[in-house]
């Protein structure tokens, strides 16, 4: 119980929206209370009405009141049910929308650096079955166990205006339904509730984890064990998922031998009070089976209480990811205009550290990258290229000095990100759109017939017109019916589409082999001439296009200069190009 307060007391996600949309909630609660109450009026006017028609009729009077009475709380029942799920679903949804909204936007303004902190089941499990959660918090929890307990005082209360000690024991008696076993239910079964939570949690990383490295488990010939880990966990599941259903089913056994029990004593009740006199008699009927509809509202408590640690779990996981707060970037120091216009992009004793790394990537490194030139990165495995490259799109900040664009900081500029860069990297994403779609993504404005000419600018006109469906052709996820270099001449067209003055180019070719490598390569920079060009690579292939080569080499530039003068240089370099290329360079 402690836990559910604190939870409560440092939520971020939840409680805001109690306040926002406190007077719907009010109305929810109140049609939710006036169904339950029409549905125990009906009964509790039946049983007199059925018991007073056995009766002589004496004044057809005194039989037309509770008729009249039936209709109107028969007709009101389902009239406040619907309006109540109405209400209660259109609140519901107005927080799962704004909740939702909340949550993109969060995920949305780290999406580059997300990978570093979350796992991507993770956020997954955050999007999609997370905020379900809370969805239920409302409609299984809150509604049900706040409409019971204003039942159960208002019952008691109606008992006690007839007689005060049987009121007492009503509110003793169902006190057990409403208060005692439902918290004893989160006591007993809360913990499992909860492990079941993680679990599904589990399998939702553990699962995203495996798919998304299905082939390496295939290759490695281990789709067993893929499989075995994966139906470990679910067994696990489902060996809690019986518990709780047994839990449940002795919960509500329980329920309901106390409901026999508070039947007997409403029937004593009755007789003490009502049995003396003629007309009063009728009431016994009345208050008997008057509390049928209300342990079905009763029973809600316990089962929407039971589910606490599961919305728990759901609940604290939202309000941990709300932790990861973003800092809003400085406002940029230079006009969009005068950003594209840019002459050159400069290092300035960079150094950087990944928070969870002891050692810096990156040491003091300086450079300066002049407009409409080409820049190789070279250097070993682990060197800090792809980090020196998520600096300069600003995914990532220096641990200290500066990436300065004409003199500003170029972590300002994120606003102009997509005017100011174009990136291609080694696995371009094509989605399940058609070509023409697939394309556009680099200019959402370009017209068909510009994108059709940024097809031909990669020379995969032909291809295209030939297949039946032509531009409109659907790729398929991933771009799967298109080569590894088609896929590549694509992801080029939607950067020739875009526009931007700076391509990065992380290792592009590296999937192709050496003839297609070769022509995407010439493709990519006689196409990409007027660029400022950052480009990755591992290997020699193509470095003549490259104006300056850098190499990188445990954070720090250990040889640097043009191809040529690195090849009449260093023997090292002319060596690595010739075993590369086969011949004898610049000769
Ligand atoms: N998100 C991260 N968190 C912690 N360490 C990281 C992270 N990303 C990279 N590193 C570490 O930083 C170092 C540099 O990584 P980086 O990816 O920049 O190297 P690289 O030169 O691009 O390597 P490769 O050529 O293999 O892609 C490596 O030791 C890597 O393990």
């Known amino acids: 119980m402690q836990t559910i307060v604190k939870m409560f007391n440092t939520d971020k996600w939840v409680l805001p929206y109690l306040r926002r949309y406190k007077k719907l909630l009010a109305l929810v609660i109140f049609l939710g209370f006036m169904t339950v109450f029409c549905g125990t009026a009906l009964m509790f006017i039946s049983g007199y009405l059925i018991s007073r028609s056995a009766q002589h009729p004496s004044n057809i009077l005194l039989?037309?009141?509770?008729?009249?009475?039936?209709?109107?709380?028969?007709?009101?029942?389902?009239?406040?049910?619907?309006?109540?799920?109405?209400?209660?679903?259109?609140?519901?949804?107005?927080?799962?929308?704004?909740?939702?909204?909340?949550?993109?936007?969060?995920?949305?303004?780290?999406?580059?650096?997300?990978?570093?902190?979350?796992?991507?089941?993770?956020?997954?499990?955050?999007?999609?079955?997370?905020?379900?959660?809370?969805?239920?918090?409302?409609?299984?929890?809150?509604?049900?166990v706040v409409?019971?307990?204003?039942?159960?005082?208002?019952?008691?209360?109606?008992?006690?205006?007839?007689?005060?000690?049987?009121?007492?024991?009503?509110?003793?008696?169902?006190?057990?339904?409403?208060?005692?076993?439902?918290?004893?239910?989160?006591?007993?079964?809360?913990?499992?509730?909860?492990?079941?939570?993680?679990?599904?949690?589990?399998?939702?990383?553990?699962?995203?984890?495996?798919?998304?490295?299905?082939?390496?488990?295939?290759?490695?010939?281990?789709?067993?064990?893929?499989?075995?880990?994966?139906?470990?966990?679910?067994?696990?599941?489902?060996?809690?998922?019986?518990?709780?259903?047994?839990?449940?089913?002795?919960?509500?056994?329980?329920?309901?031998?106390?409901?026999?029990?508070?039947?007997?004593?409403?029937?004593?009740?009755?007789?003490?009070?009502?049995?003396?006199?003629?007309l009063d008699v009728n009431y016994i009927a009345a208050f008997t089976l008057a509390i049928f509809p209300m342990v079905d509202a009763f029973q809600g408590i316990s089962a929407g209480l039971t589910d606490i640690p599961t919305h728990q779990s759901s609940l604290e996981r939202m309000n941990d990811y709300d932790e990861l707060t973003v800092t809003a970037p400085a406002a940029p120091t230079i006009t969009r205009q005068a950003a594209l216009a840019f002459k050159q992009i400069s290092f300035n004793d960079v150094t950087f550290k990944y928070t969870n790394q002891q050692r810096n990537v990156l040491n003091g490194l300086n450079m300066t990258i002049e407009r409409n030139q080409t820049y190789a990165l070279l250097g070993p495995s682990g060197a800090g290229k792809s980090t020196m490259l998520q600096l300069i799109l600003g995914d990532l900040q220096p641990t200290s000095g500066q990436i300065n664009l004409d003199g500003a900081d170029l972590s300002t500029l994120q606003e102009y990100r997509h005017d100011l860069f174009g990136v291609l990297d080694q696995q371009p994403y094509l989605f399940n759109t058609s070509i023409m779609n697939n394309v556009r993504l680099g200019n959402l404005q370009a017209t068909d017939?510009?994108?059709?000419?940024?097809?031909?600018?990669?020379?995969?006109?032909?291809?295209?017109?030939?297949?039946?469906?032509?531009?409109?052709?659907?790729?398929?996820?991933?771009?799967?019916?298109?080569?590894?270099?088609?896929?590549?001449?694509?992801?080029?067209?939607?950067?020739?589409l875009q526009d931007a003055p700076i391509i990065i180019l992380d290792e592009p070719t590296v999937s192709l082999d050496p003839i297609t490598e070769n022509e995407v390569l010439t493709m990519i920079f006689s196409l990409l001439a007027d660029k400022t060009i950052i480009w990755v690579t591992h290997h020699l292939t193509g470095i003549n296009f490259a104006n300056q080569v850098y190499f990188l080499d445990d954070g720090q530039f250990t040889m640097s200069g043009t191809p040529q003068a690195l090849y009449a240089e260093n023997a090292h370099f002319k060596q690595l190009l010739d075993l590369d290329t086969g011949v004898n360079n610049y000769q």
């Open 147 to 278: 409409i019971g307990w204003l039942l159960y005082v208002v019952f008691a209360a109606f008992v006690g205006y007839f007689n005060w000690a049987f009121g007492l024991l009503m509110l003793l008696l169902f006190g057990v339904i409403t208060i005692i076993l439902p918290l004893a239910s989160v006591a007993l079964n809360g913990a499992r509730s909860f492990k079941n939570r993680q679990l599904q949690h589990e399998v939702y990383v553990s699962l995203t984890d495996g798919v998304l490295g299905l082939t390496d488990w295939v290759i490695a010939g281990r789709q067993a064990e893929f499989v075995e880990k994966q139906t470990a966990l679910m067994n696990q599941q489902v060996k809690i998922q019986r518990q709780n259903m047994q839990f449940t089913w002795w919960r509500d056994f329980v329920i309901n031998l106390i409901v026999a029990g508070i039947t007997f004593v409403m029937l004593y009740f009755g007789k003490v009070q009502f049995g003396n006199s003629f």
């Open 63 to 144: 039989v037309y009141v509770p008729i009249v009475l039936t209709r109107a709380f028969g007709i009101g029942r389902p009239v406040f049910r619907y309006a109540e799920r109405l209400t209660s679903h259109n609140w519901v949804l107005r927080l799962v929308s704004d909740l939702r909204k909340k949550l993109y936007l969060k995920v949305e303004q780290r999406a580059t650096t997300i990978r570093q902190e979350k796992q991507t089941g993770d956020v997954l499990a955050l999007l999609a079955d997370d905020i379900q959660h809370i969805e239920n918090l409302y409609l299984t929890t809150i509604f049900p």
């Open 449 to 496: 017939d510009e994108v059709k000419a940024a097809i031909a600018a990669v020379g995969l006109q032909d291809l295209v017109e030939k297949l039946p469906d032509g531009y409109a052709t659907v790729m398929t996820e991933g771009g799967q019916r298109f080569s590894g270099g088609e896929r590549q001449r694509f992801a080029l067209a939607r950067i020739l």
